[in-house]
């Protein structure tokens, strides 16, 4: 299991907002484990904080504006698309105004700035959330949608289509966030000509120029307009017969503007809380749809707030019974784990079949054949024992006993052929001996059982 990252050292970047047209600094900061990202505005009185996560995202009009409790900060996609890209699990931002500064309108200039300062490894496993279902969100009056399929890795589709003779469909792909850096991160964001107008009597793109944006000029307007639009932009004279590309700096992609998409999608949807592994494909994507498509995530992570660890049968075991053997005391008919497919410096995953040739159902209940409960937290107390033991040398001189055992709940019954699944994590490091650690119990996806667990490691005479 990977762990959190966070900057190995601050960064500032500077530049005017695309909205305001106000001249701006945001500043980077590492930050410790589990904070995520945060955004603090430091030209307001108390210098009051905005978590970063979807539920706060207040408008989508041509960007993502978050607001907490009436602080706001936009125009923050692309910052949260390179953290996210970069691997970076826990940062605070730090602005002086109401939204992030356009710089050239892509997220490059935020990447090669983390990439100047590194990412630093913390001690707290990185929480990804996988994806195990197929789950849409559509959108039939845009038609717009989103999906998001089971995957080996986060990866993205992107189909964007508009009503243009200049970019009517294009598509983008990103299938390893390695490549986010030379592929995506440089795509610059990109406006018709025609929302021009709409834009700025909405008071809107104050800061919009050749510099930090596409423009498209891909519906002909007579001379006269395109003469009142370019001296509101403060752009060279257009002629009114060249539709196309207007920007200073030619395309770096012919599709462009797809990519740009898909790296808008990546920043809203960092947006979510935590990593999540699973294929993206998304139609005719935007802000609006991107967060709700993100809230939905955020309410599924929710629910399955402890996932199921990842269970293949095929897969040989990290201990299989003979190791358990040698490393617990127990033998039948109360040793309760068959194998260990998981095993980290803070955590264990351990499996059992449970058969109908259980001896305790013989009793438990001849005619309804329940695995006790106190069986299920006995189960997870060997496969924690089996976490503590991994932290010994000579862990076979070494016997675990159990101090406390606190929080237990029982969700749902076990019966025979049912398969569970332990997952134990610790809950602080051991000392003296002495270790804490929270265990759950799954049948399926779902939990049957959990607790908390003290133990002490004790030599054997």
Request: hydrophobic share 40%.
């Given at each position: 299991m990977s762990k959190?990252?966070?900057?190995?050292?601050?960064?500032?970047?500077?530049?005017?907002?695309?909205?305001?047209?106000?001249?701006?600094?945001?500043?980077?900061?590492?930050?410790?484990?589990?904070?995520?990202?945060?955004?603090?505005?430091?030209?307001?009185?108390?210098?009051?904080?905005?978590?970063?996560?979807?539920?706060?995202?207040?408008?989508?009009?041509?960007?993502?504006?978050?607001?907490?409790?009436?602080?706001?900060?936009?125009?923050?996609?692309?910052?949260?698309?390179?953290?996210?890209?970069?691997?970076?699990?826990?940062?605070?931002?730090q602005v002086d105004g109401p939204e992030l500064p356009i710089l050239d309108g892509s997220a490059l200039p935020y990447i090669e700035q983390i990439n100047a300062v590194g990412l630093k490894e913390q001690a707290a496993d990185k929480d990804v959330y996988i994806i195990r279902k197929k789950i849409e969100f559509r959108d039939e009056e845009t038609g717009s949608c989103i999906t998001v399929l089971p995957d080996e890795r986060f990866c993205v589709d992107v189909h964007i289509s508009y009503d243009s003779r200049i970019i009517s469909n294009q598509y983008a792909s990103l299938d390893n966030m390695d490549r986010f850096a030379s592929e995506i991160a440089g795509a610059r964001t990109f406006v018709f000509v025609r929302e021009i107008e709409p834009l700025l009597?909405?008071?809107?793109?104050?800061?919009?120029?050749?510099?930090?944006?596409?423009?498209?000029?891909?519906?002909?307007?007579d001379q006269e307009r395109v003469d009142k639009l370019t001296a509101i932009m403060d752009v060279p004279h257009v002629d009114a017969n060249n539709l196309g590309y207007l920007n200073h700096k030619p395309l770096v992609w012919d599709n462009e503007p797809a990519r740009h998409k898909l790296l808008d999608l990546i920043g809203d949807l960092a947006l979510i809380g935590k990593p999540i592994q699973g294929r993206i494909i998304a139609t005719r994507p935007g802000h609006t749809i991107n967060n709700k498509f993100a809230r939905t995530l955020r309410k599924e992570i929710r629910?399955?707030?402890?996932?199921?660890?990842?269970?293949?049968?095929?897969?040989?075991?990290?201990?299989?019974?003979?190791?358990?053997?040698?490393?617990?005391?127990?033998?039948?008919?109360?040793?309760?784990?068959?194998?260990?497919?998981?095993?980290?410096?803070?955590?264990?995953?351990?499996?059992?079949?449970?058969?109908?040739?259980?001896?305790?159902?013989?009793?438990?209940?001849?005619?309804?054949?329940?695995?006790?409960?106190?069986?299920?937290?006995?189960?997870?107390?060997?496969?924690?024992?089996?976490?503590?033991?991994?932290?010994?040398?000579?862990?076979?001189?070494?016997?675990?006993?159990?101090?406390?055992?606190?929080?237990?709940?029982?969700?749902?019954?076990?019966?025979?052929?049912?398969?569970?699944?332990?997952?134990?994590?610790l809950l602080a490091p051991i000392r003296r001996g002495i270790s804490t650690m929270k265990g759950y119990v799954f049948v399926g996806d779902k939990i049957v059982c959990e607790a908390e667990f003290m133990a002490q490691i004790i030599k054997n005479k």
């Open positions: 959190q990252q966070t900057l190995n050292d601050s960064f500032s970047v500077s530049g005017k907002g695309l909205h305001t047209g106000l001249r701006l600094t945001a500043t980077f900061l590492p930050a410790p484990e589990n904070h995520g990202y945060k955004i603090q505005r430091t030209d307001l009185e108390g210098q009051p904080t905005i978590d970063a996560v979807a539920d706060h995202v207040t408008e989508t009009t041509r960007g993502t504006v978050l607001n907490q409790k009436d602080v706001k900060v936009s125009t923050v996609e692309h910052a949260m698309a390179a953290l996210y890209a970069a691997g970076v699990d826990n940062c605070l931002i009597n909405a008071g809107l793109i104050k800061g919009g120029d050749l510099d930090n944006a596409i423009v498209i000029y891909e519906r002909q307007l629910i399955h707030e402890v996932q199921v660890p990842v269970y293949d049968c095929n897969q040989s075991p990290v201990m299989d019974i003979n190791r358990i053997r040698e490393l617990l005391p127990h033998r039948f008919p109360f040793l309760l784990v068959d194998k260990i497919i998981e095993l980290g410096a803070n955590h264990i995953v351990g499996v059992k079949n449970v058969t109908v040739n259980e001896p305790f159902f013989q009793g438990h209940f001849p005619q309804e054949p329940v695995m006790p409960g106190v069986l299920l937290v006995e189960a997870q107390a060997q496969v924690g024992g089996l976490l503590v033991l991994n932290s010994v040398d000579e862990p076979e001189r070494y016997s675990t006993y159990f101090m406390k055992i606190d929080g237990v709940k029982f969700r749902q019954k076990v019966v025979p052929g049912d398969t569970l699944l332990f997952r134990l994590e």
